[in-house]
């Protein structure tokens, strides 16, 4: 299957710092691409829609200014956690659409605001 | 996009087959059913998906019923690595991109 990474796997950072999160499809080229969070022990749940040359759609509820996605190139999407909070902790997952049928997944970004 | 219902959790003892249910009763004609399953910790993995007609890979099959108003994901010869949340999830893939993800099922598969 296709192959999705994100960076950094882990991090930990202190609280109103901001945090950036890359995500690459790595052997594909996708126009569209997927921000999701995760908190323990719950399903994951889509924050927006990122599609490359324009602006995200963020999904009900998400705050656009604190989750900045940034879709520059047709392998690389980026989120920005700004000002992170504790509450902010989560674990982020990424996806990537090819061909406009099936979507691949990173394997996740867990984030700890101390 | 059609909701789905998938039990909350099912066990399988090695080396058995896996059946995991699910239940799309509102699919629509252009929607295809999709399985993913997340292992602990990393992100969900692509399995397997079709529109009505059953579907093979090296990692399961899949089983539409004429109605298309269910499913069944098979694991041939489930192994400890199977174990993992499977979610299915029903889309249009000519329209809205995102995928919808439920509950999904609890697979446990015992030594």
């Known amino acids: 299957g296709a192959v999705v990474s994100q960076h950094p796997s882990w991090v930990i950072c202190k609280s109103g710092t901001s945090v950036k999160i890359e995500c690459r499809s790595l052997d594909f080229q996708a126009t569209t691409m997927f921000w999701y969070r995760q908190f323990p022990k719950q399903s994951l749940m889509l924050m927006a829609t990122?599609?490359?040359?324009?602006?995200?759609?963020?999904e009900q509820g998400v705050e656009k200014d604190k989750f900045l996605i940034n879709h520059a190139s047709l392998t690389l999407s980026t989120l920005t956690v700004t000002s992170a909070h504790p509450e902010d902790s989560s674990f982020y997952i990424c996806?990537?659409?090819?061909?406009?049928?099936?979507?691949?997944f990173g394997p996740g970004t867990r984030l700890l605001v101390l | 996009d059609a909701k789905t219902t998938q039990p909350t959790s099912m066990d399988c003892a090695e080396g058995r087959a896996a059946n995991l249910p699910c239940n799309h009763s509102t699919i629509s004609g252009n929607e295809y059913v999709y399985w993913y399953r997340q292992i602990h910790s990393q992100g969900p993995q692509y399995i397997i998906h079709g529109l009505k007609n059953n579907e093979t890979n090296e990692m399961a099959s899949l089983i539409i019923t004429e109605d298309r108003k269910s499913s069944t994901l098979i694991l041939p010869h489930a192994t400890l690595r199977d174990t993992a949340v499977y979610y299915c999830i029903v889309r249009d893939p000519q329209g809205a991109q995102k995928l919808v993800f439920g509950q999904g099922t609890r697979l446990t598969i015992n030594p």
């Open positions: 990122s599609n490359e040359g324009s602006k995200a759609t963020y």
């Open positions: 996806s990537a659409i090819r061909r406009s049928e099936t979507q691949y």
